[in-house]
Each structure stands twice: as C-alpha cells, then as structure tokens.
C-alpha cells in the first residue's frame, strides 16, 4: 500500500492517492493486461473512485465517474495533457491531429470540424447507402453457406465507407481497395504493441513496413490531386485547398498523416461499436424486434438525415451497447505539474487514465448498470451530468467524427434490420477480448436470413 503524502498546492500535506506498485519495474502491468476489467473492479471496491498504480512502465492514477473525466477533460493544456504510447508515435504521422497540442492542435481541429458536423453530412448518406447495400448483399448470398463472422466484413464494409468518405473516388490510389485495406490492418496491428521493436518477424516491424506502403499510396494520391485541383466533396479535397494564417497551404507530408489517422478513427472504433450493438441485438431479441418494428413505421423509406433522427429506439440501442462496451478502453494523460483531486495531489509526471466502463456504471448515474436497457436513454435522457457518458472522450480531444461515426452506424443498423433477422450462433465463444478493443474471440458469429420484402419497390431492390 502507498501511503506516501505530498505537499498540497496551499502547503497542506494532501495524500497521494491510495494504491500499490507491484512488483519492481514490471509493477502491475501483467494484472492489468490480464484481465483490465477485473484489476478496475477489485480496485474500485478496495480503494474507492482515485486510486493508483505501476502500469506500463509509470506511476498511474486512475480516476472515476463523471466529476473526475470532467476535471480530466477541463486539464487538457493547463495541468495535464495528452499522451500516445511509442508504438502510437511512431506509427502515427508526426503532424497529425492526436500527436500535436496548443494552439496547432486549435487550429487544426476548427480547420477539420465543419466536415464532421452533423448537419453537413447530407451528401454522404447516398454513397454510405449504396457502399452499405453491396456489403449486405454479399452477407445475404453467403449466409447460405452457414454461420456468418461479423467483425472481418463489418471490417471491409466501414473501411470501404471511410476511405471514400475521406478521399472521394478511390479508382486512382494506385492499387486496389482490398490491397490498401490489408496494408491498413497490418499497421493498425501495430499500433497496441507494448515493446515496439522493429524488427521484420515482430507484429510492430511489419507494421511499420505497412506504414511506408501506406504513406506511398497516399504521398502519390495527394500529388496526382493537387496537380488536378480538383473540386469535390472529400476531406482531403479540403486540406488540399485550406491555407493557414500566412497564406500558405498545408505541407504534403501534414495532409498525408491526417488522412491516415483519419483513416484508423473513422476505422477501427466504428467497427467494435456496430458489431457489438449486433450483438447486443442477438442476446436481446425483443430489443431487435422493437427496433425492426421501428424501421417498418417509419413513413418516410429514404434514408435522410432528417430520417435518421426519427429513430429514436435504434439511437437508444446505439447508445446503450456503447455504454456497455465502449469502444476505447481507456485513454491516458499526464501531468504537467502537481494537482489536487479529491483531496489527493496528482504529482507531476504521473500519468492519469480516463475509464469510459467504469464511468457508464456508476449506480448513482446508471441503476441496475450491468443490465441492457435501451430504455434509459429514453425515460432518463436528461438525467446525468455531463460526461457521465463518454464513449467519444471529451473536452478538447473529443472524437472528431463522432457524429459521422454515429451517422454510419444508424445507416448500417437501420439497412440491417430491415432486410434480415439475425441470431448468435449457438456454441461460439460468448468471452471477450478486451486489448487493444473490446471484441468477442469467436468474431461474432451470426445466423442472418433475409426477410420477405414488404412493398414492391423493396422487392425490386
């Protein structure tokens, strides 16, 4: 047990947060890496809502609920900031959005924003759709064949969505759609190695080999662009024409490193999250009929965004399996200089992590907080504080393409359930992984049949 004090920012003797350092230099990083939800759970019981630790080679508190992310998110630039481990910084392009901070990190995010507002997302619904519809089609004639793995063709389905979405048409990278995307899984593998050693044999040296391919894709895409200046409507159409304070345009090694970080946000999370709410869905079957009965009112057939908002159990449904499993573990900050939370001193140099599953299960927030209920997003919506929820973070790092990661997942659920029912199949491993994303071993393996078309334009499709 620590029971160490610190001197408090008004010469009080403040306690450090109560905890223990495992073992030397390991700490009690194999606990946390065994079973992260468990080495929460027992510490939460023991030592309450602040607690420490020794973790992946630092001094870490972890603090909890709604009140802690709120001062963990106020922090960001003033006693704490953002911190990437190294395989995420050498993996990442240097000039990217997650890797820089101050007034760059500012700039770039309100340069990025107005194509990930909500509102300004009508014109990709279509091409969401039409991608959407050619996945599902492909699930619909293998599902014949047996059992259906979620997780590889939701991977293909969201990448497909992302890529176009961020690079408008996708004919001229260069190589193919499906080579690009296997280079991408390759250097995502890497990026939540904890020793990342280059070497040609390790999962973080063929990672990086992916990131050299990657990046030449990309470096010759952004070139063969802005000599054709063209016009459209893609995020890298945008960052090919923005000019900073001094006239000038954004460097082409800038463009390429967020475009490929784009890449893995708009990736990766949006995945875990679809095909958990899938899911859910199948361990429920009466939330699924509910939200298949809500597709089947709904008056207006198009998918709009005016439409999309008129689905309130889905959202709800979304919502709730987000709660349940977030998509993101956890994240880490460190201190800039010594703080107090809670009547403990954070010290400087510690590192602070943010729990998104400890947070969502908060009695006093969520009753009954291991229970699937879709229905408190309803009866209880304006209930909790604010970061009671936070499945997309918060504050100035909050997920930048939340609302098209929350638009896409309602196209592809809503197209879902109203062309098929599904099922778990029985026997597969229900355990799952919880590093680097939350995910059922087996895949998530699905019985999918397709339902008899209720009008004759849904029969003509």
Not at 343 to 363: L, N, Q, S
Not at 391 to 418: K, N, S, T
Request: glycine share 8%; net charge positive; hydrophobic share 40%.
């Amino acid at each position: 047990m620590l029971k160490t004090s610190v001197p408090g920012p008004t010469g009080a003797r403040l306690p450090a947060p109560p905890g223990s350092h495992g073992l030397p230099v390991l700490g009690e990083t194999l606990e946390f890496l065994r079973s992260p939800h468990h080495f929460a759970d027992t510490r939460i019981a023991r030592f309450g809502k602040v607690y420490q630790s020794h973790i992946l080679g630092k001094p870490t508190v972890f603090l909890i609920g709604a009140q802690a992310n709120h001062w963990i998110f106020a922090g960001e630039g003033r006693y704490l900031e953002n911190e990437w481990s190294p395989a995420i910084r050498k993996l990442l392009g240097a000039n990217c959005l997650s890797l820089i901070s101050g007034d760059a990190h500012k700039q770039r995010r309100k340069l990025l924003a107005p194509h990930f507002k909500r509102t300004s997302m009508a014109g990709c619904v279509a091409p969401m759709v039409a991608i959407a519809q050619a996945h599902l089609d492909r699930w619909a004639r293998d599902a014949g064949r047996g059992s259906l793995a979620v997780v590889p063709r939701m991977r293909a389905m969201v990448f497909e969505i992302a890529a176009v979405y961020l690079l408008g048409d996708t004919d001229d990278l260069g190589v193919g759609l499906e080579e690009f995307s296997r280079d991408f899984d390759t250097w995502v593998g890497g990026l939540f190695v904890a020793v990342p050693l280059a070497l040609p044999f390790t999962r973080f040296g063929r990672a990086m080999q992916a990131r050299r391919r990657l990046f030449g894709v990309l470096e010759r895409l952004v070139a063969k662009r802005e000599a054709e200046q063209r016009d459209d409507p893609s995020v890298l159409s945008t960052l090919l024409r923005v000019r900073d304070e001094h006239g000038q345009p954004l460097p082409r090694s800038t463009i390429v490193d967020e475009i490929q970080l784009l890449l893995f946000a708009g990736h990766d999370t949006t995945v875990t999250s679809t095909t958990n709410i899938i899911y859910h869905l199948g361990v429920h079957p009466e939330a699924q009929a509910r939200a298949r009965a809500e597709q089947d009112a709904m008056v207006d057939r198009e998918y709009t965004l005016e439409s999309l908002r008129a689905m309130p159990w889905l959202e709800a449904v979304i919502k709730e399996s987000m709660r349940l499993i977030p998509p993101i573990g956890g994240a880490f900050r460190v201190m800039t200089e010594d703080a107090e939370y809670g009547g403990f001193t954070i010290p400087k140099g510690h590192r602070v992590a943010i729990g998104p599953r400890a947070a969502h299960r908060e009695a006093e927030h969520w009753p009954d907080p291991e229970r699937f209920d879709p229905e408190r997003f309803i009866r209880e919506a304006d209930d909790r504080p604010p970061f009671a929820w936070i499945p997309f973070g918060g504050g100035p790092r909050i997920c930048l393409g939340q609302h098209f990661a929350m638009l896409e997942m309602h196209v592809v659920l809503a197209m879902l359930l109203r062309e098929f029912e599904w099922s778990l199949t029985p026997g597969q491993d229900q355990s799952f992984v919880i590093i680097p994303l939350p995910r059922q071993r087996s895949g998530t393996l699905i019985e999918l049949k397709r339902r008899a078309p209720r009008t004759q334009a849904e029969a003509r499709l």
